[in-house]
């Protein structure tokens, strides 16, 4: 059954944040990391969905503002072009924080899409307070950004919450020998279950309802979002 939930943007110092969560609040929780859109619509959407699921969702905002609501999508490329590794880890942390503290939550995991799930698997190898990590088409590229100064494949070996992946097989940004990488580094693992989920004709960012005039990506996305609530449900329930 779905929970009502209640949505607003709040401020967490001096950071932006989107927060959904069920009426009353939750023990379990979720820190969403955007992809290049920011907290346009499509993200908002995912935090209301897992709220409706029972959990608190809390976005972090790349962007501290924009959006692709209000943002060409050229302005926000330049814009991811300019973040910092160590400066968008710290203000999840923060964030992270918030929701293991004011906002009461007792077990919290962490999904991101396209360049948050890139951090999301960072994240993941640093703060072994997360419960799970949940990366849908991470962008860790072949040959890795300029201001790629964190190595992600590392950090993915480091985590030792649950893992659920998710490659599109016909990503262009994301070569197979990157994923590889990333899977060898998830199965080197000695602690953490790990779900893989391959798409094989998906292109990436499948999730964003902007590439769902293709068909594969639609039916990749509605195949993969029933189960990630799940594994966000299972693994972020409060110890009994």
Known sequence: MAHEIETSTIKVGDLGAYLAQPLGGSKSGMLLLPMITGIGAQVREYAEDIARAGLTAL???PWHGPSIDDTPRDRLAELMRQLDDEACLDEMRRLL?????ELG????????????????????????????????????PGTPAPNHTVDAVEHTARIKAPVLMLYPGADTLVPQQSFARLQEALHSRDSGPSLVHVYPHAEHGFSDRSRHGNEVNATAYAISWPQALEFMKVTTAPAT
């Open 59 to 61: 976005t972090w905002d």
């Open 97 to 101: 924080d918030h929701l293991l503290g």
């Open 105 to 140: 939550v007792e077990r919290a995991g962490v999904i991101g899409w396209c360049l948050g799930g890139r951090f999301a698997m960072i994240l993941g190898g640093r703060d072994e307070r997360l419960a799970n990590v949940v990366a849908y088409h991470p962008t860790v």
